[in-house]
């Protein structure tokens, strides 16, 4: 709307470092500083193509393992108990400022009923990040992610999208449990080229914590970018 004026980014949506792995074993990127040159292009305002104006987040994977609720964890840090399916896609806009540059997060959640299907995947093309979930206390949903990814490439160009396999409700299982699938997941990550994470929307961040490797649930939200 023409005159509005928009509030500002909120605090934990201020990137300044680049954010950090869940695990070294499957990460997209080791860097843990932006390059010289983009930082000082983005802190005198004169980013022109090093900045990024918006990117488009395509969530997969079958019904019910929480996609919807990472969504809801992530954006509005809620969450719900109870299932509603999602109907066809729905999507979410988060702001951020990375190096003091605008940037919105576009966030598509889409269905993971099969009667659905075809209406959500034409809303995959055009996506720079796919996030395939399971749930990690159900190891068939693990096993669909390869499908969900596939179908969600087809409608990309190849190389043009970063992909994240992600477990979820973490919160579900013992410690023990959640390695032993971890390890399984791993080796999905690896030959999906996709970065692995766990993580728990019922919980919340106090809960992402990684014990093993000390990372902050700052981290985790970024990361989910
Ligand atoms: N305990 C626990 N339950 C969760 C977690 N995440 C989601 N759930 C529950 O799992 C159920 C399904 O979650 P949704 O987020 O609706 O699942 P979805 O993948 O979006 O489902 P579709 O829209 O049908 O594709 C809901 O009852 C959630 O409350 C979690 O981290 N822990």
Known sequence: MQGQQLSPVSRDRLICQMPKCYTAESCLQYKTHFDAQVKSACQQRHAGNFGLKMSKVVMVGDLYVGKTSLINRFCKNAFDRDYKATIGVDFEIERFEILGIPYNLQIWDTAGQEKFKCIASAYYRGAQVIITAFDLSDIQTLEH?????????????????????????????????????????????????????????????????????????????????
């Open 145 to 225: 992610t390869k499908h969900w990814l596939q179908d969600a490439l087809k409608e990309n160009e190849p190389d043009t999208c970063s992909v994240f396999l992600v477990g979820t409700k973490k919160d579900t299982l013992s410690e023990a449990e959640c390695e032993r699938t971890e390890r399984d997941a791993l080796k999905f990550a690896v030959e999906m080229k996709a970065e692995y994470w766990s993580v728990s929307a019922k919980t919340g961040s106090v809960a992402w914590q990684s014990t093993i490797l000390g990372y902050s649930s700052s981290d985790v939200e970024v990361a989910a970018q």
